[in-house]
């Protein structure tokens, strides 16, 4: 089977840690016998240095015929200063609204090895950390009407009925393969939005009598989560809550630098990127973990390739290396074995 692959390194740490979960793709591909097409695009900050256009033409064109898109990270100091859509930023927003991608999944899951990452005592931990963030992605307020004037500015936070409604599906179905469970987060004590969603959410989970549906007002969901985060399985949200929760599970899993995501449209092509951004501080030191790209990568032969034993085989890799002792600077908790990007993108690939 050949897969089209397009490789969006990005900026800052987005090409170090992309080049390690590319290694580790290759080892896949040949353990599997998979024909994987790469196709390298430029994206952000790069892109606009280069072509003056964060997300040239033919990086969108390409991505959107590819069957797959994996992505590092975009963003950093350099562009901070730059108009809204001249921005890295505008890149990312561009290819999710462009390709449809309205699903985002970021699964935060405690690997046990790192344990001793989390910040929380193990007693609020109990038996381990497993939460799948279902965030909006391309509505709510990082699409609506904005504007600014010589007094102020203003966004706009506007969700329609089917918005809601198709996210809502994804994350019923999501949970129906987990155990059971959604609590869906909102502001409907004040936000006109958000009571619209409260509805919606609740209409639509009565086509899965199954699934436990609660909801939660986002102030306490994102204290919920460092109280007792075992309460929580699927947690579906807007676009703007869904970015903040999902940095703050990620926090629980020891690192922000362990989070991969999917971002998922109608069809089978998705794009790929860990949650991190691309933390141009550490860029090009080698310090960076690959491990949320590498898990992307993982995700991305589930969900798009629908190759379920490859993704496997990935998840376990990276467990068997957390095993072996080996820990980036960022998940390094008690431990004296600190290796840097290469290193473990080479000591995954080898349990590939
Ligand atoms: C994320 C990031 C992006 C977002 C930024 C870089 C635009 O924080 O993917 O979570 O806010 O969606
Ligand atoms: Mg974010």
């Known amino acids: 089977m050949t ?43 790069c892109a606009y240095d280069e072509f003056g256009d964060p997300l040239p033409d033919e990086t969108l064109n390409t991505a959107i015929k590819s069957d797959a898109v994996l ?24 290819l999710r609204k462009s390709l449809g991608l309205f699903a985002n999944l970021r699964p935060a899951v405690l690997f046990p090895q790192l344990a001793d990452a ?14 799948l963030v279902v965030r909006e992605l391309t509505g709510g307020i990082y699409f609506g009407k904005r504007g600014t004037d010589e007094n102020g500015a203003f966004d706009t936070l506007y969700y329609s ?115 991190h951004g691309s933390a141009p501080d550490i860029a090009r030191k080698n310090l960076a973990n690959p491990l949320a790209t590498i898990l992307s990568v993982s995700m991305m032969l589930r969900y798009s390739f629908g190759l379920d034993e490859a993704a496997k085989c990935v998840e376990d890799a990276v467990s068997k290396t957390l095993d072996e002792g080996y820990r980036t600077a960022d998940i390094a908790g008690n431990s004296h074995h600190i290796i840097g990007t290469r290193e473990m993108g080479d000591a995954v690939s080898k349990n590939i």
């Open 3 to 45: 897969y089209n692959l397009a490789v969006i390194p990005g900026d800052g740490i987005g090409p170090e840690v992309m080049k390690e979960a590319v290694k580790v793709l290759d080892f896949v591909a040949k353990k599997f016998d998979l024909d994987i097409r790469y196709t390298y695009l430029k994206a952000g900050g």
């Open 71 to 94: 992505l590092g990270a975009v963003g950093g100091y350099a562009w901070d200063e730059l108009p809204v859509d001249k921005r890295p930023e505008k890149a990312l927003l561009g």
């Open 118 to 131: 989390c910040p929380l005592k193990d007693e609020i931990i109990g038996d381990g950390l497993d939460i």
């Open 161 to 275: 009925v089917p918005e809601i409604e198709r996210i809502t599906h994804v994350a019923m179905k999501a949970a129906m393969k987990r155990n059971k469970k959604v609590m869906s987060v909102d502001k409907a004590n004040i936000l006109d939005s958000s009571r619209l969603w409260r509805k919606t959410v609740k209409r639509v989970a009565l086509e899965y009598p199954e699934i436990q549906l609660d909801h939660m007002y986002v102030d306490n969901a994102s204290m919920q989560l460092i109280r007792k985060p075992g309460q929580f399985d699927v947690i579906v949200t807007g676009n703007m809550f869904g970015d903040i929760l999902s940095d703050e599970a990620s926090m629980l899993t020891g690192s922000i630098g362990m989070l991969p995501s999917a971002s998922l449209g109608e069809g089978h092509a998705g794009m790929y990127e860990p949650v």
